[in-house]
Each structure stands twice: as C-alpha cells, then as structure tokens.
C-alpha cells in the first residue's frame, strides 16, 4: 500500500536513489551527520545539509588520519545534491598533514540558519571572511552559523586557552525553539569555553556541554569529569525542547545531577551514559542531569546514536560481552576487534528503559545513526561486515572481509519491518540519518568505495571513499 501518495509502496523500504554533487573530488570524502528542514512547498521535504570530511585519507570508513578538509552538502527537495565544501578553507601546519572535518549539524528554526560543528589539528580554518580558527598548538573544535545561501554570519572557536598538551573535540550539536544552541565532546587540559572560569584540569578526556545563543554568545558550561576517559558524544532535544545527551565513560564518571553532586559506576570497561539535562539560567541548575542512566555490561560498550521525540528516547550502541538494558540482556560472541549492536528505547520522563534489543551475529555490526518517523518506528543505519541477521531476513555482504551500509526500520514491537544493504565486494558505510517532514522517507549519508549496489541511481566512484546522500521510501 503507498500509504503517503509518494508513489512507492510503504513499509519495505524501497531505495529510491543515490546522490552526490558533480564533479570529481580528490581523495576520500564521507559524512558525518545531517539535518533537514521544514518543507518550503507542500508534498515535498525540504532542504538536507550534511558535513562531514573531504579530501581526506579515511581509515576504517570512519575518521580522517593526517588529513582532510571540511565537507558541507546541501540536497534539494528533489534530490539534486550541490557542495558548498568551499565555504570553508584549511590550512594545514605542514603539507598535507593537518585535519579539519564537520562533526555536527543542526538547524535553528527561527532563523532559518544552519549550525556546523567540527574539529581542527595541526591548521587553521578560514570560514568565508571570518578570522581564522587557529589550532596550530593543539586540537580545537569549531562552530560556524550559516545562512541559507551558504554564507557565514558566526565563525568562531569553541575551545579558548587551548595550549600544548590540551586540545578540546566536538562531537554533536543541537539547537530547541528559542535558537538556543548546545554542543557536546570532551577535552584534555584545561580550556575555557567563554566562561571566566576554565573546565577541570585533566590529563585525560572529560565530557562537556557548552550552551550558547543563537548569536554564538556564551550562555551555560557542564562537565562530566572522571580519572579515565569520559566524553559526551550525542545530544538531541526533542519537540517538547527536553534535552538528552549520551556518551561514553570509563571508571566513575562526576557531574551534576538535580543541581547536586552525582556520579555513575560502570559495570565493564566502559558504558555509555544516557541524561536529561536542564537548561536552566542558575548557575548550579544549568546542565545539571535531571536523571541518568548507565547502559552496559561486562566488557565495551559506547554510543552509536540518539534520537528523541515526545514519545521517548530512542539509543543505539556496541557492545562487547554481555549488555544489561532493564529486564533485557545479551551476551556477543564477538571479541576484539568485533562488535555487536544495541538499540533501546527508554521512558523521557525517568529514564526507565522500556524496550530493548541487539544485533549478535559473526562479523561487525555497528549502528552510527538511529531516528524515529512519525509513526513511531526506529530507522538505523551503519556498517555491518559478514551478516546482519534481523526478523526481516539476514543481510549477507558482497564479499569476504567487506563492509556494507545497511539501514533497518524497527516497529513499535521492537521487529524489523524492513532491511536494506548497499554495496559490492569493497567498504560502504552509513554515518547519518533523517526522515523527510512530508514524505517520511528515509535519507542517509555515509561514504563508499567501489559501487552502492542496492540503489537502482546512484553516483559512480571516483576513488577511494566518496560521499554519498540516499533515499528509500517509508
């Protein structure tokens, strides 16, 4: 049945096309994380921006190595895909040798603006005619407002006080009603963040939340502190403007809960920490957990994505031994390197979990984007070697030791009412996930070398890894 009039049939999750900008790119090119916008004409989605890495030598079809160059994209409600990558301009210390890339996207939507996070080492970056973002001592993060022909208003670092040996990393963005904007990652040191008070010294990772206005001026900081590392990868804020963060922590991990000190445990090496947070004036309510939760077991454990709405909170993750969510437990087969996959919904209100399962079989399977549509379904996305087995069959890669990106839609009883996988005998991956406003399709981004077989359009391989944009019916 086409259940929205879009002319594909719904719930099997047709692929509908691939897309990438023209013109050859140099070097490996991959998307890190997309965000769309309200429809700007009725029966249509409306406008996607991604960013993410270009130029690069990606290793793993994950991060940058020693370097790359920011990627920014924009696809139109029909699809056509154009590479406004130019607005940024890095220049690396030395020859070939620096990394800068977009690691968050997100929208305001009262100004209709587009805010970009991402991460400097061993340059600096140039937006338009902004000053320069040096990061020539240590690595530091970025944040860049944009308007809607591609034009910078804000240009700015995120960490100050960066010096040798500290270095602060942004991981995701995100912005509620009021155009408040909130980025999270973690950091080495002791930089500031535009409070006269700098973050904790350490000399490992922390987690932080940094609250700016839609102008880019200081407004809130938190920190999630701990003697091992601890980052805070992910943020969301839902419809209602409730915000969820979640991030990994190993040891005892120290924040601020209900305005007081609070602090969580991990059962394994390292578990992921899933919160609501406050955004609040006062000073000792502003970021403080409003509840916290840990997800883990006996082994690994860390964030693949997270998404929010007014019914819940949804979580993804991997995992190695076993993982304990509420009344639900798995144990993986897989030792290093492998991994297995989670996913999790849990109650906004308390943080109960409500509804679990994982994806265990031979091989990876790695979630790197989770969303939840209208209807209430969990669409995820990621890279999956050797099998993914779900209630919608088992997915089986093209070749031997290869990844392929897949995406699965998981309905309210927690099965699999589709699964889909892209690629040949080479490495393709899934990073990003949206759902178009209208039409409810679902939209990726990822990177791929070799061909994305399994879309019936898409773009031809350059070299390497090229970025890519698909869309596949509800």
Known sequence: MDTNCDGYQGCIGTPIKAAAPDGTMSGDDMIYDMVTTPPAQPGYDGM????????????????????????FWTRGPMGSVKNWSDRFTFTANFQNMGIAFGSG?????????????????????????????????AQNAFIAIMDDAGNAKIAMPIGTNVIANSGVVAKGVA????????????????????????????????????????TGAFRWQRFFT?????SIDAIRVNEADEIFIAGRFAGTVYFTLNG?????????????????????????????????VRVGGDDDDFVGGLAASKDGVALAGMFRGTVTIGNF??????????????????????????????????GMQLIQAVAVDSFGDIVIAGAYSSTLPSNAGTLVTSGMNDFDAFVVKIGPNFTALWAKDFGDTLDQAAHAIVIGPTTGHVII?????????????????ANGFDAFIGELAN
Request: net charge negative.
């Open 105 to 137: 996207v997100a929208r305001n939507p009262n100004t209709n603006e587009t805010i970009i996070v991402g991460n400097i080492l061993n340059g600096k970056l140039a937006v338009q005619l902004k000053p320069q973002i040096d990061a020539s001592v």
């Open 260 to 292: 007081a000190a609070g602090w969580l445990n991990p059962s394994g090496n390292s578990d992921v920490l899933l919160a609501k947070i406050e955004d609040n004036e006062l000073p000792d309510k502003a970021g403080s957990a409003i509840w916290a």
């Open 445 to 461: 981004g990822g990177g791929f070398q070799g061909a994305l077989d399994g879309f019936t359009v898409a773009p031809p391989n």
């Open 175 to 214: 912005v509620d009603k009021a155009g408040n904007i909130y980025v999270v990652g973690n950091y080495l040191g002791m930089p500031g963040f535009g409070d006269p008070i700098p973050a904790p010294q350490t000399t490992s990772a922390n987690g932080f939340v940094v609250s700016y206005t839609e």
């Open 329 to 362: 437990g798995v144990t993986s087969g897989d030792s290093i390197p492998y991994w297995d996959a989670f996913v999790a919904t849990f109650d906004k209100s308390n943080g109960s979990p409500k509804a679990a399962t994982a994806i265990v079989a031979n």
């Open 226 to 230: 701990g003697s091992w590392d601890q």
């Open 48 to 71: 996607t921006f991604a960013v993410g890495a270009r130029n690069a030598d990606i290793v793993g079809s994950k991060f940058p190595n020693t370097h790359s160059d920011v990627l």
